[in-house]
T-cell receptor
Framework: DVKVTQSSRYLVKRTGEKVFLECVQD?????MFWYRQDPGLGLRLIYF???????EKGDIPEGYSVSREKKERFSLILESASTNQTSMYLC??????????????FGEGSRLTVL | AQSVTQLGSHVSVSEGALVLLRCNYS??????LFWYVQYPNQGLQLLLK??????LVKGINGFEAEFKKSETSFHLTKPSAHMSDAAEYFC????????????FGSGTRLSIRP
């Protein structure tokens, strides 16, 4: 069974803290994504990566960075967490042809609360 | 530019009734269209997708959707709702080869009344 695993389901952090969200996929997919999900706004793309050490900004990259040192792992980093980054974060992966009608495989999400 | 609009942030139907979740898209070229479902406390999973083959697409769990170019719509239906269908449903569109260009709608929460 295919799997995208996010390391933390629930996190509570304080303003200004550095936050790491980890994601691992076991499908040998080239593409990995970080989305943010907020009520009424659907999913918004933060960053994606199409290969090891490669990354591109999505629609809302401000305040975030990413790291992809190995094909199976994609990390989202909040350098200095702020309260407006309280949200659900979803990691996803897809094969190299993911955009040609291909499927995104999602993790279960990490709900981050910044106090 | 491409966009997707889901009409109704919350839909409630009785068990056994027809489910209809509405999605309209905007795209200057033929799009790829998707419906994803998110069950409580889970990530999203693909229900079905349209990729320019048959206009009536059948998905998992008895759901289907029809691509109507003249109406720029891709509504999701199920003839008879089940309690287990309670979830949030997202319509998504892309016309690009890269999955990074997939645009998601704002979602519709489906509730099922006993």
């Amino acid at each position: 069974d295919v799997k995208v695993t996010q390391s933390s389901r629930y996190l509570v952090k304080r303003t200004g803290e550095k936050v790491f969200l980890e994601c691992v996929q076991d499908m040998d997919h080239e593409n990995m994504f970080w989305y943010r999900q907020d009520p009424g706004l659907g999913l918004r793309l933060i960053y994606f990566s199409y290969d090891v050490k490669m990354k591109e900004k999505g629609d809302i990259p401000e305040g975030y960075s990413v790291s992809r040192e190995k094909k199976e792992r994609f990390s989202l980093i909040l350098e200095s967490a702020s309260t407006n980054q309280t949200s659900m974060y979803l990691c996803a992966s897809s094969s190299g042809t993911g955009g040609m009608g291909g499927e995104l495989f999602f993790g279960e999400g990490s709900r981050l609360t910044v106090l | 530019a491409q966009s997707v609009t889901q009409l109704g942030s919350h839909v409630s139907v009785s068990e056994g009734a027809l489910v209809l979740l509405r999605c309209n898209y905007s795209s200057s070229v033929p799009p790829y269209l998707f419906w994803y479902v998110q069950y409580p406390n889970q990530g999203l999973q693909l229900l079905l997708k349209y990729t320019s083959a048959a206009t009536l697409v059948k998905g998992i769990n008895g759901f289907e959707a029809e691509f109507k170019k003249s109406e720029t719509s891709f509504h999701l239906t199920k003839p008879s709702a089940h309690m287990s269908d309670a979830a949030e449903y997202f319509c998504a569109v892309t016309r690009y080869s890269s999955a990074s260009k997939i645009i998601f709608g704002s979602g519709t929460r489906l509730s099922i009344r006993p």
